[in-house]
């Protein structure tokens, strides 16, 4: 393993090293929990959870995994992951548990009572700089790439050995929430990071392809209609594309088929923001989601994302509404509009 000095503080920006060594002393203190991640879990999200769930269980403690069943089917990318034992309702013992929420700007990102309204510990492990601070105990660290970096190097201060079960996970959340070590949030730490789970395990070739290349042809026919629905506002410095219930009807998909539409609408050249909306069905309590990617930086979409009860990252955010979509775009087109000027 590498330095713990020097690994702790790469990850510990804003004095962060006393949140991750309270975050430690927690887990080492505690024996029964209950981990969870945002709804709509992305890679980074399912990573997480997976690698915290070993790492726990590594330390000898009693560990179980909680996501709606709403949120499943997966997207297709992350079907491979071994999440065979997660929980769909709370366990009978919760009471006795400790909630870790993962990858989580703020706790209403997971809409489960029992979480939300229970008398729980909560302990918070995120990367989001908007994070609201909602756990008895918090560890947000924006200057990770990740939060399933942030329990990388939790396992170096409890010592626990990563093996290749609890590798693989941690790179799925590397890789994608860094665009494949392409967005601004790589660093140095990050790629050491990589290369220490790649050392313990992680087979590059196959995760990538897992991740990227097992797209079925139903995925590429609603990719290609999604496509073909652009649409240019508020003088082409914003790009829409409307994904209907009906699209996903025609081609033979759904909604969990629309992981990565968004990175061919952000690389139109010209383009300051980009917003896929996809109608949900019944996977949601609101009509329709938005996902919204920040081409250049110069926009922050997170804080547009906020003003409609989502969050995210400065340049990849999302929330849920039932807007309309004429509504919706005059929304987006006003908020883009504000920070960029007239």
């Not at 703020?106 to 302990?123: A, E, K, W």
């Amino acid at each position: 393993m590498s330095d713990l000095s020097t690994t702790a503080a790469a990850t510990a920006a804003d004095g962060a090293l006393s949140d991750l060594e309270t975050m430690v002393a927690e887990l080492r203190a505690h024996n029964r929990f209950l981990l969870t991640a945002h709804e709509g879990p992305d890679g980074d999200a399912l990573g997480s959870l997976l690698g915290m769930h070993q790492l726990l269980k590594k330390l000898g403690k009693d560990s179980v995994m909680f996501l709606a069943a709403k949120e499943f089917p997966l997207p297709i990318e992350y079907r491979f992951l071994p999440l065979e034992e997660v929980f769909h309702e709370p366990p009978a013992d919760m009471a006795d548990r400790t909630v870790v929420f993962l990858d989580c700007g703020n706790i209403d990102r997971m809409p489960v009572d029992f979480l939300t309204q229970g008398d729980h510990r909560i302990l918070n492990i995120d990367h989001h700089h908007d994070n609201t601070r909602f756990g008895d105990v918090n560890l947000v660290m924006p200057g990770a790439s990740c939060t399933a970096e942030i329990v990388y190097d939790i396992a170096h201060l409890l010592s626990v050995p990563v093996d290749a079960e609890m590798a693989m996970p941690l790179y799925v959340g590397l890789i994608t929430d860094t665009g494949k070590f392409m967005y601004e949030n790589t660093n140095a730490h990050t790629h050491r990071v990589a290369a220490e789970l790649i050392d313990a395990g992680v087979d590059v070739d196959d995760t990538y392809r897992r991740l990227y290349e097992h797209v079925p042809i139903e995925k590429l026919r609603l990719v290609a209609r999604a496509l073909d629905k652009i649409e240019r506002h508020c003088g082409e410095r914003l790009v829409t594309s409307y994904i209907t219930a009906e699209d996903y009807a025609a081609t033979g998909s759904g909604e969990e088929m629309t992981e990565g539409v968004i990175d061919h609408l952000r690389s139109i050249d010209g383009v300051k923001v980009a917003a896929v909306i996809r109608d949900l069905g019944n996977r949601g309590r609101a009509a329709r989601k938005v996902s919204l990617r920040s081409s250049e930086g110069d926009v922050d979409v997170s804080a547009i994302a906020r003003k409609q009860g989502g969050g995210g990252h400065k340049r990849a955010a999302g929330f849920s509404t039932d807007l309309d979509l004429p509504a919706l775009v005059e929304f987006l087109c006003g908020e883009v509009t504000a920070q960029l000027g007239s």
